[in-house]
């Protein structure tokens, strides 16, 4: 049986685990999770296998398998290539994590019945997104998957933040599947054949490939977290469970990027310049306004939710460079920037299921998201506090993990852009360089911070004070993902090699092969631009930390002394008088609050006497928000309030509205033709 025929067998698998949940929850309340939670992690680590080994060629990938299912006249077409077998990969490693860690995770979860249902047929949804040869196919799965998330976005429903959430990514999610239907209209042409080959081989006018890409911008983009289109998903990632959050932020983002990788890269056609422009500077400013977002927040998780998009926009920057040298023709340096961007992708999934995770811990163990009542709780969780901390180190891009080498890799590519024979991209490229680098700064002090206040210091409340550490599922998850990320930031040339076939399908080049080189090191054009090696750099880290761990204990004295830790001047033992996340944030508040965020410190000081307390107010407004989308709410209000009255109307005016409105169609007809 071929490959792609085992992948739809353990996706039937998925769907029937989904059917069945309602039942197991009925019968075996007690251990339904266990029981739907492992089944699912072991459909996907069937999956995941497979995937692998079409990725590195162990098997035949096989040709394209044709159900009887969809548009009677195309059949549901279904297939694994080099592009499908990465996302493949990435997606059901995010699915075995997830649902190992949910089986300790779900024992707290207060509406079981909202969620286990739903989860296996949104793994089932992604997967057939990945692996949809149609167009009819790649929708209806698209869709799945939106409308499954949805329902467990909506699992707290008694919250009225969590049913905003919802609505805001249903509308949103609706809005992307419609650009996302035009886009393949387009590329299917007077024809109509829906088939992915088709489109492929067809010739698209310039028009039509300059508007695919504008639509799969709005609509793999709302998806994905592209500014400004991510308004929904600061608010949609928090409100779910956090093992569906750490799904929703950490893959199926990517399978939004997969959508757009797979359109504008494989079926729209050679690209032209300018695409890269607007690809480049989309993602520029998603990747810094979204860190700047990340830094001001004290919700754990929205935290983590903006820093998502953050590194969507690092992504995007990678593959509007691929854009730019694959349309003048330069096959290694278009590689190299596409190799970096599929790994960043891959490393993003991993960095940020730790987090999650470690934030549902933090969560199951508190019950709190503010990080302000925090802090103190290494000591409590040792365990997840070392497992964020690793995270933290990751996604601020510090060797030796994963995060480095994909960014660095990136910025190897923005170097190459003198050769580019555009002006307008000899400026843009070093620009979105600068706004890299301004974000990677940005990333680290958000993660100083989000570690700091959480798990450093003395508890801010009791709930903190109490804490214990996660059960042996998540901390073993968390753990394990934490090998991996330094695993692959020391030893990248196996990943970069493998993703080979990828480069070579979509822009006709792939990089040197990395994993003979001495060292173990990566060189991503010629040694004499620039190499990196993660294992020297780990073996410094590890030599130099135990040299000075060595030479402090032979020239101070051996003898333990107690004292009282530096307190800033301020002995207070009050955990009210420590650093709080508002005042860590406040120079960066300062100098972007005006620009970026319109912030407002209303300051209410009594005078002299008055015992009535001081105020200090904050007020940060989301100026994307505030532009494009209230005043598009205050429309749709408007026109439905003016429209209302048309409920009370009699039959008799239905008929006749419903008349005028058929000639209205024949006259439009009749132009037409």
């Avoid at 983590?304 to 023709?329: C, H, M, P, Q």
Wanted: net charge positive; glycine share 8%.
């Amino acid at each position: 049986m071929m490959p792609i025929a085992w992948v739809l067998v353990a996706v039937a698998a998925l769907f029937a685990i989904a059917a069945l949940a309602p039942m197991t929850l009925s019968r075996r309340r007690a251990e339904a999770g266990t029981l739907i939670y492992g089944a699912c992690a072991a459909a996907c680590t069937l999956i995941l296998v497979i995937a692998l080994a079409a990725l590195l060629g162990a098997v035949d990938a096989g040709g394209t398998l044709v159900l009887p299912l969809g548009l009677p006249w195309l059949g549901a077409r279904f297939r694994i290539d080099a592009l499908a077998a990465v996302f493949l990969v990435l997606v059901d490693l995010g699915g075995v994590a997830a649902s190992l860690y949910a089986i300790g995770y779900g024992r707290h979860e207060s509406a079981p019945g909202r969620v286990l249902p739903f989860y296996p047929a949104f793994l089932a949804g992604m997967n057939l997104v990945v692996v949809a040869a149609d167009a009819f196919s790649f929708l209806v799965a698209w869709e799945f998957m939106s409308l499954t998330s949805w329902a467990m976005v909506m699992a707290h429903h008694h919250d009225a933040e969590n049913r905003r959430a919802g609505y805001v990514y249903l509308v949103m999610a609706s809005f992307g599947t419609l650009s996302l239907l035009l886009a393949f209209g387009l590329l299917a042409g007077a024809q109509g054949d829906y088939a992915f080959a088709a489109m492929r081989g067809a010739a698209h006018a310039d028009w039509v490939a300059g508007t695919v890409l504008g639509l799969m911008l709005l609509g793999a983009g709302s998806k994905a977290g592209l500014v400004p289109l991510h308004v929904w998903l600061p608010l949609a990632h928090p409100a779910a469970p956090s093992h569906v959050s750490a799904l929703m932020s950490g893959v199926m983002t990517k399978v939004a990027i997969y959508g757009f990788v797979r359109v504008v890269f494989d079926l729209a056609g050679p690209p032209a310049w300018w695409w890269s422009v607007v690809v480049l500077t989309l993602g520029s400013i998603t990747a810094v306004l979204g860190v700047l977002h990340a830094v001001m927040q004290r919700d754990l998780k929205r935290l983590l939710a903006y820093s998502t998009v953050e590194n969507v926009g690092i992504v995007f920057i990678g593959l509007g460079l691929a854009l730019a040298f694959k349309a003048n023709a330069m096959a290694g340096p278009a590689a190299l920037a596409l190799t970096a961007a599929l790994f960043h992708a891959f490393n993003h999934s991993l960095f940020k299921s730790i987090l999650f995770f470690g934030a549902g811990a933090v969560l199951t163990a508190t019950g709190k998201r503010d990080i302000e009542a925090l802090g103190g709780l290494i000591r409590r969780m040792p365990h997840v506090a070392y497992a964020f901390l690793g995270g933290c180190l990751a996604i601020a891009a510090l060797p030796p993990l994963n995060g480095f080498v994909s960014e660095w890799m990136i910025l190897q590519a923005i170097l190459l852009s003198p050769a580019l024979p555009q002006w307008g991209l000899k400026f843009l490229v070093p620009a979105a360089g600068a706004m890299l680098a301004f974000a990677a700064a940005l990333a680290g002090a958000c993660f100083v911070r989000a570690f700091g206040i959480t798990f450093l210091g003395r508890p801010r409340s009791p709930e903190a004070a109490g804490a214990q550490d996660g059960d042996r599922w998540s901390t073993g998850v968390m753990k394990t993902l934490l090998g991996l990320c330094l695993v692959v930031g020391i030893l990248p040339n196996f990943v970069i090699d493998a993703l080979h076939p990828v480069s070579d399908l979509l822009v006709g080049g792939a990089m040197p092969a990395q994993s003979l080189l001495p060292h173990l090191s990566i060189v991503p054009i010629s040694e004499s631009r620039s190499s990196y090696s993660g294992l020297l750099v780990f073996l410094f880290i590890l030599i130099s930390t135990r040299l000075a761990i060595r030479v402090i204990h032979d020239f101070a004295s051996r003898r333990v002394r107690r004292a009282p830790a530096w307190d800033c001047g301020w002995p207070d033992p009050n955990p009210a008088t420590q650093y709080t996340a508002d005042s860590f944030a406040q120079p960066l508040r300062r100098v972007f609050g005006p620009m970026a965020f319109r912030s407002r410190i209303e300051a209410t000081m009594p005078p002299p006497g008055d015992p009535s307390p001081a105020r200090l107010v904050l007020s940060l407004r989301d100026l994307v928000w505030d532009t494009f989308y209230a005043p598009i709410a205050g429309i749709v209000l408007a026109i439905a309030e003016k429209l209302n009255h048309l409920q009370f109307l009699t039959i008799r005016s239905y008929l006749s509205l419903v008349f005028a409105a058929l000639v209205g169609l024949l006259l439009m007809v009749a132009v037409w033709a």
